[in-house]
């Protein structure tokens, strides 16, 4: 009937609304965080698996949003993305996650990029300008992007993985195994290493269609030089399979959580005494 479907139209412009108010206020925080230095960043350790030594960490951001409660990336990432505020917030942890790790010059550090930061053509200028500033190597980068970005603009996204290459940082692709495409065409972009996903990795044992998948994507990647990463490990008995099946590099809650940079100093001291 009409009124129903009034009705309806009603609501749902009530939700789109509500929704956009809430798009708008999260989107104003953003902008007033990173005026008053309200963002943090954090690093999760991501193991040798067979030494089960540190050798990088991903720099994580944090809001902690106080006094209204902290925010999950997941819950604000889309958002600076579409307010074209995640060129500051991308800049700001990329500059912060130079400056902490610089003197711990064992570590590599690894570092989420956005697709919107990376189409942008000055990118790989802007990264360079901070590790100069930062006098970080740029071997001691890694850059993480996904498929997204690369099936969006697969000329811009190859031109940039070059130029970081030239540059000397690594690039690796992000959340492997969520998406569609086959390691054989991302071959093409040259990617340094690939991150399985933790949703992907976390089946592993579980049945044996699923071991297979993380097993041929381990030994098709290592076929094509890349570096292998599993996200997402929590029991020993997925360290011991990913081990098995191969995996270079692993990182997940078994080994440790995300932490602050003066945990993560404190950790390094306690185990070089
Ligand atoms: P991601 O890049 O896939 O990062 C891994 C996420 O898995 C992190 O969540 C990490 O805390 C979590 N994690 C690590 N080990 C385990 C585990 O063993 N089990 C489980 N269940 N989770 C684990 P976080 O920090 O909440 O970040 C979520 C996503 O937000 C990231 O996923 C990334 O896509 C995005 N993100 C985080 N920081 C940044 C950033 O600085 N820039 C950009 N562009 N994106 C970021
Ligand atoms: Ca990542
Ligand atoms: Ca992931
Ligand atoms: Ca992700």
């Not at 956009?20 to 953003?30: P, W």
Request: hydrophobic share 40%.
């Amino acid at each position: 009937s009409k009124i129903t479907g009034k009705g309806r139209i009603t609501h749902y412009d009530a939700e789109l609304n509500s929704a956009r108010e809430y798009h708008l206020m999260i989107e104003n925080d953003i902008r007033l965080g990173l005026e008053n230095d309200e963002f943090e960043v954090w690093y999760q350790p991501i193991v040798d698996a067979r030494t089960q030594t540190m050798v990088i960490v991903e720099a994580l951001v944090r809001w902690p949003r106080r006094p209204k409660g902290e925010l999950k990336p997941d819950e604000f990432i889309n958002i600076a993305e579409t307010g074209g505020l995640i060129y500051s917030l991308g800049q700001f942890v990329l500059r912060r996650a130079c400056q902490d790790l610089q003197p711990l010059d064992d570590l590599r550090l690894s570092v989420n990029i956005s697709p919107a930061q990376f189409r942008d053509p000055g990118f790989e200028e802007k990264v360079a300008e901070v590790l100069a500033d930062c006098r970080f190597p740029a071997s001691r980068l890694q850059l993480e992007v996904t498929e997204t970005y690369v099936l969006e603009s697969p000329e811009r996204a190859r031109t940039a993985i070059l130029n970081l290459k030239t540059l000397g940082t690594a690039v690796a692709l992000d959340d492997f195994g969520t998406g569609y495409s086959s390691l054989g065409y991302l071959r093409r972009f040259s990617f340094d290493c690939v991150k399985i996903d933790k949703s992907l990795a976390g089946l592993v044992g579980d049945d044996e269609q699923a071991s297979a998948l993380v097993c041929g994507t381990i030994r098709v990647a290592s076929a094509l030089g890349m570096t292998v990463i599993a996200e997402g490990v929590e029991t020993e008995k997925q360290l011991k399979l990913l081990r098995l099946a191969g995996c270079d590099l692993l990182q997940g809650f078994y080994f440790s959580e995300p932490m602050p940079i003066d945990s993560l100093l404190q950790l390094r001291q306690q185990r070089q005494c």
